[in-house]
């Protein structure tokens, strides 16, 4: 708990993994089309004058939690989203 408490006053991703370190490095790796597609819709938000980008994620979904929140995404704590299903 205290070197995740530590990582995360630095901004600093841990990855832990049951898998080899070789493998968990590939992982890693292969996600770095999802931070070019990331960088790719920043840029066309600014390009477009966006006041923000939102995504949504389940809360257990801690791999993508990581990512978005190593690339700069905050989590809102100020606001709920809701959402009403139509079918």
Known sequence: EEVLALAREHGTTVVSSPLDSYVTSRMVTLS?????????????ARSTGAARLALSTAKDNHTARS??????YRIDKEFDHLELPVQ
Request: hydrophobic share 60%.
């Open 32 to 44: 770095a089309p999802c931070r070019a597609l990331m960088n790719a819709a920043l840029e066309l």
């Open 67 to 72: 990512l978005y929140l190593s690339v700069g």
